[in-house]
C-alpha cells in the first residue's frame, strides 16, 4: 500500500526525533506509551501526542493487549516500511509505503 503525500507534512512530522524514535522502536516489537515513555526518557503525555499524530497519518498500528490480570492496554506498532522522497520539476515529491495488515490480504467468500 502506497500513496503520496504532501512534502511538508513528512518533512515536519518525520523531522522529529521523538518521532523518529517512537517508528525504531516499534518497528521491533510492540510497545505500550508507558514502556515507549521510558525507553525515550520522554514524558507520557509528549508520547501520545506524537502517537496520535502518527496514528492519524496510518504510520503506526494500534492493537489491544491484556495483561495477566485482564487489564487491557494499548500497544503500538510501525506500519512504516518505506520513505521516498524525489526533487523533481522545482518541487518535492513524496511517496510513503505502509506495511500491509495480513488481514487485508484474506479474501472473503461473498454471499
Same mark, same amino acid.
Given at each position: 500500500?502506497?500513496?503520496?503525500?504532501?512534502?511538508?507534512?513528512?518533512?515536519?512530522?518525520?523531522?522529529?526525533?521523538?518521532?523518529?524514535?517512537?517508528?525504531?522502536?516499534?518497528?521491533?516489537?510492540?510497545?505500550?506509551?508507558?514502556?515507549?515513555?521510558?525507553?525515550?526518557?520522554?514524558?507520557?503525555?509528549?508520547?501520545?501526542?506524537?502517537?496520535?499524530?502518527?496514528?492519524?497519518?496510518? &504510520?503506526? #498500528?494500534? +492493537?489491544?493487549?491484556?495483561? *495477566?490480570? @485482564?487489564?487491557?492496554?494499548?500497544?503500538?506498532?510501525? /506500519? &512504516?516500511? #518505506?520513505? +521516498?522522497?524525489?526533487?523533481? *520539476?522545482? @518541487?518535492?515529491?513524496?511517496?510513503?509505503?505502509?506495511? /500491509?495488515?495480513?488481514?487485508?490480504?484474506?479474501?472473503?467468500? *461473498?454471499?
Amino acid at each position: 500500500m502506497s500513496r503520496a503525500w504532501e512534502a511538508e507534512t513528512v518533512f515536519d512530522l518525520l523531522g522529529n526525533e521523538l518521532v523518529r524514535e517512537l517508528l525504531a522502536l516499534t518497528s521491533v516489537e510492540r510497545l505500550s506509551a508507558d514502556e515507549l515513555a521510558e525507553r525515550c526518557s520522554a514524558s507520557r503525555p509528549t508520547v501520545y501526542r506524537r502517537l496520535d499524530s502518527l496514528e492519524a497519518y496510518d &504510520l503506526v #498500528a494500534v +492493537h489491544t493487549e491484556y495483561d *495477566e490480570e @485482564g487489564n487491557h492496554y494499548q500497544s503500538y506498532e510501525c /506500519r &512504516l516500511e #518505506a520513505a +521516498h522522497i524525489d526533487v523533481e *520539476e522545482g @518541487g518535492f515529491t513524496v511517496d510513503i509505503t505502509l506495511r /500491509r495488515d495480513p488481514v487485508d490480504d484474506v479474501d472473503v467468500p *461473498e454471499g
